[in-house]
């Protein structure tokens, strides 16, 4: 209950910061209590009229990465904070991000398809961010859809060419999956 009075009253001090109650929803959701429609509605107007602060930023990165952990009464809540955050974004750079989160969300929802346009979306924001791509892979080799995922892995070794922070290593693993993979589909 003191974490619960502690976040009420922060939102009382400053009603326009999202995360405040974000992390109600996220407390809610562990406890397994409700979660108050009226709390998202108040979150989505937050979201609608300011851009979200780097508190708000972090508060969704941590409920995204709980998501398949024991938080999936989040999923929904996430997706359409996402989705009002990803509409309020003028560029697509400033959305990269958000639309990574979205397609880890959608992932954790079991919605691939959806998942894979917006780690796509992603990665046209931000030619230089390699995490969509990673999870768009882990997407294709789980559907078993080689094809595509080899057209993907070209993309990340591309931009892991010119990206200010190479992933060499992760890549060259992925290329030794990638092999080993069609090697064993060939038998």
């Not at 929904?76 to 955050?85: F, N, R, S, T």
Request: glycine residues 4%; hydrophobic residues 35%; charged residues 25%.
């Amino acid at each position: 209950m003191l974490f619960r009075s502690a976040i009420l009253k922060a939102s009382e001090l400053d009603p326009n910061e999202a995360s405040y109650l974000m992390n109600l929803q996220l407390l809610n959701a562990l406890r397994g209590t409700e979660i108050p429609q009226n709390t998202q509605q108040k979150i989505l107007a937050i979201l609608a009229k300011r851009p979200p602060s780097a508190s708000t930023q972090i508060a969704l990165e941590n409920i995204v990465q709980c998501l398949g952990k024991g938080c999936e009464k989040m999923q929904k809540p996430a997706e359409e904070w996402l989705h009002e955050i990803i509409k309020q974004k003028t560029s697509l750079k400033s959305a990269s991000q958000y639309n990574y989160l979205l397609g880890k969300t959608l992932k954790s929802k079991g919605e691939q398809l959806n998942a894979l346009n917006a780690f796509q979306r992603s990665h046209e924001g931000d030619p230089d961010f390699l995490h969509p791509l990673f999870e768009m892979l882990d997407i294709l080799i789980r559907l078993k859809q080689m094809k595509n995922a080899k057209i993907v892995f070209k993309w990340l070794e591309e931009s892991n060419n010119h990206t200010p922070h190479p992933r060499d290593k992760e890549v060259a693993k992925l290329k030794k999956i990638l092999d080993s993979l069609e090697k064993s589909s060939l038998k």
